[in-house]
């Protein structure tokens, strides 16, 4: 991969995208593995990691301990964001503009999404690309450092 720690990418990973990491590994381990390295900014809000939680607790039944450790994991490898304005963007999943809330505010470069329905069919969202997670590790592959 041509990135770097000189300029890490800025990226807003969806809570699925979290989800598929922390179960199933495959690309989305590997974005989570080059935020770990410093070489990908991963910027989160209080909205993401409330919804990664909750998908934890409610599709996976795990345990407050479990969903702890794993949400203090997640706080150690990215960079915390407010977003200052709501987006009422998505109709039909309002989670979603929590995710386009936190690329803007943030000025992400990516949104790293597997949600075939609402994000990913919108390409780019302000300038910011939405993309696979697979899309997306091809991508900064091709960006110079």
Same mark, same amino acid.
């Given at each position: 991969?041509? $990135?770097?720690?000189?300029?890490?990418?800025?990226?807003?990973?969806? !809570?699925?995208?979290?989800?598929?990491?922390?179960?199933?590994?495959?690309?989305?381990? &590997?974005?989570?593995?080059?935020? &770990?390295?410093?070489?990908?900014?991963?910027?989160?809000?209080?909205? $993401?990691?409330?919804?990664?939680?909750?998908?934890?607790?409610?599709?996976?039944?795990?345990?407050?301990?479990?969903?702890?450790? !794993?949400?203090?994991?997640?706080?150690?490898?990215?960079?915390?964001?407010?977003?200052?304005? !709501?987006?009422?963007?998505?109709?039909?999943?309002?989670?979603?503009?929590?995710?386009?809330?936190?690329?803007?505010?943030?000025?992400?470069?990516?949104?790293?999404?597997?949600?075939?329905?609402?994000?990913?069919?919108?390409?780019?969202?302000?300038? $910011?690309? $939405?993309? !696979?997670?697979?899309?997306?590790?091809?991508?900064?592959?091709?960006?110079?450092?």
């Amino acid at each position: 991969m041509n $990135i770097g720690k000189k300029n890490p990418v800025k990226v807003v990973v969806d !809570t699925n995208v979290y989800i598929s990491a922390i179960l199933f590994g495959g690309n989305p381990e &590997k974005i989570r593995r080059l935020s &770990k390295e410093g070489r990908v900014e991963l910027l989160i809000s209080e909205a $993401i990691i409330a919804e990664v939680a909750e998908v934890l607790r409610r599709k996976f039944n795990w345990e407050n301990w479990q969903i702890s450790q !794993t949400i203090d994991e997640i706080r150690e490898i990215a960079t915390l964001v407010i977003p200052r304005q !709501t987006l009422f963007i998505i109709k039909k999943d309002d989670n979603d503009n929590r995710i386009l809330e936190c690329a803007v505010e943030g000025k992400a470069q990516y949104i790293v999404s597997g949600d075939k329905h609402h994000l990913l069919p919108l390409k780019e969202y302000q300038g $910011i690309r $939405i993309l !696979t997670p697979a899309q997306f590790l091809e991508a900064i592959s091709l960006e110079p450092d």
